[in-house]
Every structure is written in C-alpha cells, then in structure tokens.
C-alpha cells in the first residue's frame, strides 16, 4: 500500500538563513500511530507545519494521499487535521459553532449528526451550548480535537497534545488516539514525553538538528538498543573490582556497596551466570539483586547524545 504522506528530501530555510529542516524524508503508513520525538528546537513544528502548508518549504517535496502538497495544496490539506498546541481565539464563540465552522472552512455540507458525534466522543456535548472561554483547560484541548476532527481528515497531527496537561488528560488523549486509530485514521504526533510514544506509538522518528536520525518499529527499537542492567547489592563495602572480574566492564558505586552489570537482551549469553560464580570465586556476597531493562527515554537521549 503506498505511505498515506510521503516526505521527499525536504528543506526548510527560515528568512534569518536558519535551515531547520535538513533533508527530510519520511513516509507514513496508512493507518499507523507515529510519534515524532526529538529535544525543543529539533525542527518537528516546523516538519509538520510544512507538511500541513502552513510553512513553504526551501525545497523537497510533500505528498498528502497521492497529492502534491505544493501545486494540489487543498486537496491535500483537506486529507488533514490538525491539532495545534493553542487555541486560536474566539472566547465568545459557542463549542457546537465554532466545530462546525471548522467544518465549513473546507467547504463542505454541515452535518448534524457528525458534530453531534464528535462532541460526544469527545465529552464536550454536554458543553456544546456554552462559550469557548468557559471551559476547563482539558476541555479546550478537546475542543482542538473536535475542531479538527470535523471535515472527516484520513490523517491527524496532533502536536505536543499532553503538554502541561494532568495526568487523567493525557490518558483521555492516550485512549482517545486509540480510538480513531482503530476508525482507520492515520495520526502523527509530536511529543517530549518518551513515555507518550512508548504508551501510544507504531513506530517512532527521532529529529535533531533538522535530520530525521532515526525511524523504527517501536518494539524494534526497544529490542535493538535496549539494555538490561543487573544490580547487586553488596553484603559488604567493596574497595576495587577484582582483577578476576574485569572482563566483565561492571561498575561499582561511590559508596562501595552496588555492582551494576549491563548487558545485551539480544545476546543468547547473557553471562550472569558465569558472572554469579566469578563473583562467588572472588568471595564477593550480595545481599540483594535486580534487574531494569532501558526504557525508550534511556535510548532516546542517549541517540540525541551520540549525535550532538
Ligand atoms: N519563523 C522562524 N524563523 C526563524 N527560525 C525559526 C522560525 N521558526 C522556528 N525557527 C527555528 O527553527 C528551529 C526548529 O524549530 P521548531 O519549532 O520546528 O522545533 P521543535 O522541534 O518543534 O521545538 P519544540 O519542541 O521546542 O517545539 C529552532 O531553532 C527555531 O528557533
């Protein structure tokens, strides 16, 4: 099936000679979650403000559902929807109003019962009546959501949609992206939180200075570059690590008492066990032993790390 967006070889050159975006290529399968990843400044608005048109790209080309995203700009925005991190202002506006205008603004029929749809997945139903300025922050959120939502996009962007949100919001989102993935639409996003792409994402891109650095199967990624750890809590303080053991690359904390191992989850020896009996050989005891595996934030700064 051919990517839902295709990214070829994109440049972005702001005015003040500032080139945020490198290069980019990128193609999005259809139907899939991707989360763009990467530390402030990294060049993802920018990405998907090219994508979306409201940025003009240096060079490169950008295509929405087969359309040329320059020369065929509507019928590719009208593929889009996008959730910004802010609300435009309209304090006065009614909720039913202001999602159904969005819907006008790409020129089609309204429709009824599709707002009504969407206001109610979105728990703004029963606010549908009151002005935009009355509502909760998390409801402003929502509203981004619905307002996008209302010219039936294939595909959604939704930028940093948890910042500075509460907990039980950011799961709303989490469930809520759930949702739509599972009604066929596409959806990118852009997030800090490694956590957010680790709950939610198919795949994950990581930018960095305007290069897409990396673009993975989530579980991929954690397989390829994740690490357990093995700590071992000593029984007794211990000065120096044991020449018998210095093939092993362990590290010993300041204080003397913990033994950290880390090791591969690919390799088929992991060699702990032969690890236990060395240590056993040494006279070094343990009192206590766990294991971490890398989260993908562990991974993730240590990409941005090896490339600054
Ligand atoms: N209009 C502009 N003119 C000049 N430089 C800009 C403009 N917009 C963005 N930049 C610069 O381009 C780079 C990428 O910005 P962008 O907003 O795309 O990053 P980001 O990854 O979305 O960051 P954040 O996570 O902080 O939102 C930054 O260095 C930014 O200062």
């Known amino acids: ?37 990467g530390p402030n400044g990294a060049g993802k608005t920018t990405l998907i403000s090219t994508i979306c048109g409201l940025v003009r790209p240096t060079a490169g080309e950008i295509f929405v559902g087969g359309h040329n995203a320059i020369t065929d700009f509507r019928a590719a925005r009208q593929m889009i929807g996008l959730v ?6 309209a304090p006065f506006e009614k909720v039913i109003d202001t999602v159904a205008f969005s819907r006008g603004l790409f020129g089609l029929p309204s429709k009824p019962a599709l707002i009504e749809e969407i206001l109610k997945d ?8 009151n002005p935009i300025m009355s509502l909760s922050g998390g409801m402003k959120r929502r509203l981004l959501v619905a307002k996008a939502l209302a010219h039936e996009p294939a595909v959604l962007f939704l930028d940093e949609p948890t910042a500075g949100v509460d907990v039980e919001l950011r799961h709303d989102m989490w469930r809520l992206v759930g949702q739509l993935k ?41 397989r390829k570059l ?6 071992l809590v000593l029984s007794e303080q211990l000065g120096e690590i044991p020449g018998s053991l210095a093939g092993y690359g362990l590290e010993l904390s300041e204080d003397g008492f913990t033994l950290t191992y880390g090791y591969d989850t690919r390799a088929e020896r992991t060699g702990i066990t032969h690890l236990l009996t060395d240590l056993a050989a040494a006279g070094i005891r343990f009192n206590d032993l766990n294991t971490t595996q890398s989260s993908l934030e562990d991974i993730f700064v240590d990409l941005v790390k090896r490339q600054a």
Request: glycine residues 6%.
């Open 1 to 37: 099936m051919p990517p839902i967006i295709s990214v070829k070889s994109l440049r972005k050159q702001y005015d003040s000679g500032f080139e945020a975006l490198k290069s980019v290529s990128l193609d999005i399968v259809r139907g899939e979650v991707f989360a763009l990843l």
């Open 84 to 89: 910004p991190q802010e609300m435009p202002t």
């Open 122 to 129: 979105l728990t703004l139903w029963d606010k549908r009546d």
């Open 182 to 222: 599972d009604r066929g639409v596409t959806i990118i996003l852009t997030t800090h939180y490694i956590e957010e792409a680790e709950e939610m994402a198919d795949r994950v891109g990581v930018i960095n200075k305007g290069e897409i650095i990396l673009v993975e199967e989530k579980a991929e990624l954690m």
């Open 226 to 231: 994740g690490r357990k750890e093995l700590t």
